[in-house]
């Protein structure tokens, strides 16, 4: 991560924190006021090790990151996702670099948050767990939250998903697990996205820069993990061992339940002295981002396959980038709005809501497509009411089954209707006008 954090130097998007701060709400209180801001909190009560924050926050630091040009993230990674490398990169032993702390694992020397009043306690947010899938010589890593318990224990929440299964398939129901905070930002979104059960994050990271990922292994394991990770926790994840998790505060800003989840136990931990500790609030913009891009993924792709008009998405920020998703199509078929909707539905179950627009509407202007309910939207024809269909634990209003009922609205219009009456009135710009509205921005 230091030469992201680097870079993010470089162009003055790195805020400094020098003031001395408590990791007891203080520090998220301040991510969470300035979301699309990166901070670097150089003096954090309790810790030697820097802290920073909202690295991701704005779109660009994830572009500049990666080395992507601006307005490219999706294509690039729906790229990487689709050929990703052979080979996980390039592996060394980790005796051969150069860590300055390598010892037993002690939670109580990183900046550790707690980020909102309710929780359960300090919890690590930005960890990245790597395991390999069993019989095989790859890893999967997966972001997990995680309660700490005590100096070298803490509990993770496991949605079901692939850490889990793996916790199903293991002959052993204990089996090692690297923890990397910090990792390069190729990884850090690699993690965050839904692959098929065997394919390796670390396949997709490496396709997603231009020279091969400097991997080491662990310590007491044969886990890779990035070389230019920040922090590393090894130890073992056991599946007969449960604690109480939550609760905490998750995407939608409310608390989520407490829940019996695996305790994974630490055993060693590396840094280096100038190593900083990563933390990301939920509920942010930041937090959106990663949560919201593998649906992104996946609806764009369910729809390229099923409406031959699909022009794009919106996975609106305000529903975490997770709920609420606006697709807009130029119809070829008077089903293509309901086929859409349905689509979306199908490639993601966290989605509640999906708002079929025209592709004279711009799904990313919230008010445009509000105008567009208003005027081409009828309830009688348009509407798609879907009951008990699986939905995200993540909604409180789900309950614990996390079965939801879904709503689409098709704004869209039949293919043949005189669109005469449905787009909107403008006003030729004259040179007169044109001057006057010059002079207004320029004031
Ligand atoms: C910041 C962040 C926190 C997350 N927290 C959790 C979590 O606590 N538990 C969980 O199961 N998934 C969590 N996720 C989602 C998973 O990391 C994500 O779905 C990942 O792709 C799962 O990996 P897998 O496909 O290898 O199972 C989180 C994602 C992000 C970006």
């Known amino acids: 991560m230091k030469e992201f954090l680097s870079s993010l130097q470089a162009k003055g998007s790195l805020y400094p924190v020098k003031e ?55 294509r690039r990674v729906e790229e990487a996702v689709r050929n990703p490398s052979n080979g996980k990169g390039h592996l060394s032993d980790f005796r051969k670099t150069d860590w300055d702390y390598v010892g037993e694992a002690d939670l109580s020397k990183l900046p550790i948050l707690k980020h909102f009043a309710n929780e359960a306690g300090y919890y690590l947010t930005a960890g990245i767990v790597a395991a390999r899938f069993p019989g095989s010589e790859f890893e999967n890593l997966s972001f997990h939250r995680m309660l700490v318990l005590s100096k070298n224990k803490v509990a993770a929440r496991l949605v079901p998903r692939h850490l889990n299964q793996m916790g199903k398939e293991a002959s052993q129901k204990k089996f090692p697990v690297s923890i990397i905070i910090g990792p390069p930002p190729r990884v850090f979104l690699a993690a965050s996205l839904q692959l098929e059960y065997g394919l390796s994050e670390y396949m997709v ?27 590393v926790l090894e130890g073992f994840i056991n599946f007969e061992e449960l604690a109480d998790e939550g609760p905490f505060v998750d995407l939608t800003g409310t608390y989520d339940e407490v829940r019996k989840q695996p305790v994974i136990t630490l055993q060693r931990m590396r840094y280096r002295a100038d190593s900083v500790y990563q933390a990301v609030v939920a509920s942010t913009m930041e937090h959106s981002t990663f949560m919201g891009l593998p649906q992104e993924l996946k609806i764009r792709d369910a729809l390229a396959k099923s409406v031959p008009g699909f022009r794009g998405i919106n996975l609106t920020a305000s529903s975490g980038g997770y709920f609420h998703c606006i697709v807009s199509i130029d119809k070829g078929n008077d089903g293509d709005g309901k086929t859409a909707i349905m689509n979306c539905f199908a490639a993601s179950h966290p989605l509640k809501l999906v708002i079929a627009v025209d592709g004279d509407v711009d799904p ?46 098709d704004a869209t219009l039949p293919v043949k209707k005189d669109r005469g009456a449905f787009e909107k009135a403008t006003i030729k710009i004259s040179p007169t006008v044109e001057q006057v509205l010059k002079g207004f921005k320029s004031n």
């Open 205 to 231: 990271a490496n396709k997603l820069g231009t020279s091969p990922l400097e991997l080491v292994l662990s310590e007491i394991s044969d886990i890779a993990v990035p070389a230019d990770s920040e922090i």
């Open 364 to 409: 990313y202007d919230l008010k445009e497509v509000e105008w567009a309910l208003a005027t081409r939207f009828q309830a009688d024809s348009g509407l798609v009411l879907l009951k008990g269909a699986r939905g995200s634990s993540l909604d409180p209003s789900s309950g614990k089954s996390a079965v939801t009922s879904k709503l689409g609205l």
């Open 20 to 74: 001395k701060i408590s990791p007891n709400l203080e520090v998220s209180s301040v991510l969470s006021s300035f979301q699309d801001r990166a901070m670097l909190f150089e003096n954090v009560e309790g810790s030697s090790l820097r802290l920073a924050g909202n690295l991701y926050g704005a779109r660009k630091n994830l572009e500049l990151g990666l080395g992507f040009a601006p307005e490219t993230l999706v």
